[in-house]
């Protein structure tokens, strides 16, 4: 199995500032099909996820653009540029390129 | 607009079984495969299992917790995915979410909480 690790596991953020959280996966994610599936998703208090991020760095459907995501082979980063309110909650990582599909173990983002 | 809604949760005993629906609208279900996951209360994701389209098959792929006991199946008549829980144990306590796409699972539903519980 794939193990997904994220840090931290906690980030207290001030409003307006940048935040940015890290995964890194125990194995390459790239997929004999030559794409790497890892996505990042929010879950805000009391919500199902939400898809924020595909394949890296696509932006899902209605995402805002201060979103974003980076990385390669097994090191990964979702990057807020500047954090609102309504960006608290958890956030995971998630490989899909060999199922057993995996998560991170979450990030929780607050606000100081 | 893509909808997916999860029901048929409750309360059971350990040993007993339960079947989750998810009813979907807004996309080609026939079209689409479905992943089922699940999060136990306070706790992280998990994904529990996959079902392909009927080009594939229609074939399944499950986490080890759960192969042997929980089954996966599709009607696209009626643009439904099932989870067919059986065996249940107290440790599949969770709010259990059924998600759209093979691979980026861009839609979840509300999802559905089973309780297992003597």
């Known amino acids: 199995d794939i193990v997904m690790t994220q840090t931290p596991l906690s980030s207290p953020v001030t409003l307006g500032q940048p935040a940015s959280i890290s995964c890194r996966s125990s194995?390459?994610?790239?997929?004999?099909?030559?794409?790497?599936?890892l996505s990042w998703l929010q879950q805000r208090p009391g919500q199902p996820p939400r898809l924020l991020i595909y394949?890296?760095?696509n932006r899902f459907s209605g995402v805002p653009d201060r979103f974003s995501g980076s990385g390669a082979g097994t090191d990964f980063t979702l990057k807020i540029s500047r954090v609102e309110a309504e960006d608290v909650g958890v956030y995971y990582c998630m490989q899909a390129t060999q199922f057993l599909i995996t998560f991170g173990q979450g990030t929780r983002l607050d606000i100081k | 607009e893509v909808q997916l809604v999860e029901s048929g949760g409750g309360l059971v005993q350990p040993g007993q079984s339960l079947r989750l629906s998810c009813t979907t609208s807004g996309f080609i279900f026939g079209d689409s495969a479905m992943n089922w996951f699940r999060q136990a209360p306070g706790k992280g994701l998990e994904w529990v299992g996959f079902i392909r389209t009927k080009t594939y098959g229609a074939t399944t792929e499950s986490a080890a917790s759960v192969k042997g006991r929980f089954t996966i199946s599709r009607d696209d008549s009626k643009s439904i995915a099932y989870l067919q829980m059986n065996s249940l144990r107290t440790e599949d306590t969770a709010m259990y979410y059924c998600a759209l796409g093979a691979y980026s699972s861009g839609y979840w539903g509300q999802g559905t909480l089973v309780t297992v519980s003597s």
């Open positions: 194995q390459s994610l790239v997929h004999s099909d030559g794409n790497t599936y």
């Open positions: 394949k890296v760095s």
